[in-house]
């Protein structure tokens, strides 16, 4: 039976009441929608800070040539390819994400760049992930947490895929802790996100679930204290442009850690 308690999120979509089982499909529907106008739609959003918030996100993962990297969520391929940059194309690289369309984008974006045999590309879902155990050395998701139906149960698998004293590393849209900015950006996520989706990627719907579901996302030491109850040690967060964004990250503990 489903632990509603730990998984509180399983049956939101945005703000719409649905079974865990359809939510799953929703959000992968919602995906394949906007696929092909993603990276785009995130430039104009963003007014294209997303891609300050990747980069730092990067230089806290500290990319080494000798790891392997798993990208949850990671279709269109931008955290790879920074980490692959950053490394000299060196690091093995993982890219599974939920959804088929956006794993297509990330592979043509991959063969425009050159890059054919540095990242594997899985279609999986990150509750259930198709990976041995102790595999990875690191693990990312970027935008991509708020939209797994069971969040505490993606935490088990990625700690169970994770080597001992791996890492991992979650940016996401997150709550405002700046009294003015949070109006602002409210008036702006609910009144002018969705216009633009309809305007670029013809989906106004998609864009009003991205603005719900970024309201519906735990706050942030509420995310930080799922991690440490899900078993992942040194556990902190950093607020990005006053809390819109926020990395958290944690460590897969080795047995001698074990509490």
């Not at 043509?108 to 760049?113: E, G, L, N, P, Q």
Request: proline share 3%; charged share 25%; with cysteine.
């Amino acid at each position: 039976m489903e632990n509603k308690k730990e998984n509180p999120e399983s049956e939101w979509f945005g703000f719409e009441n649905v079974s865990a089982k359809d939510k799953t499909n929703m959000v992968d529907g919602v995906f394949s929608s906007v696929a092909s106008k993603y990276d785009l739609m995130n430039d104009l959003m963003s007014g294209g800070l997303h891609r300050l918030w990747k980069r730092r996100f990067i230089s806290l993962v500290h990319p080494r040539a000798d790891h392997h990297l798993l990208d949850l969520a990671g279709g269109t391929g931008d955290i790879s390819f920074k980490y692959l940059e950053t490394t000299k194309r060196k690091a093995k690289i993982t890219v599974c994400d939920l959804n088929k369309d956006m794993l297509a984008v990330g592979k043509s974006r991959a063969f425009d760049k050159g890059i054919i045999k540095e990242i594997e590309w899985i279609n999986g879902n990150a509750e259930k992930l198709p990976f041995a155990d102790n595999s990875f050395d690191v693990c990312t998701i970027a935008f991509g947490l708020r939209n797994v139906t069971h969040i505490d149960t993606a935490f088990e698998e990625i700690l169970r895929v994770l080597k001992p004293s791996g890492r991992f590393f979650c940016l996401e849209f997150s709550h405002v802790v700046l009294p003015i900015l949070d109006k602002i950006y409210d008036a702006y996520s609910f009144h002018i996100i969705p216009k633009i989706g309809e305007w670029i990627a013809k989906d106004a719907d998609s864009y009003q679930y991205l603005a719900e579901s970024i309201r519906q996302f735990p706050a942030q030491e509420d995310l930080a204290h799922r991690m440490e109850a899900s078993g992942f040690k040194s556990v902190q967060y950093r607020n990005m442009t006053g809390g819109i964004v926020a990395i958290h990250s944690g460590t897969k503990p080795t047995e001698e850690n074990l509490e």
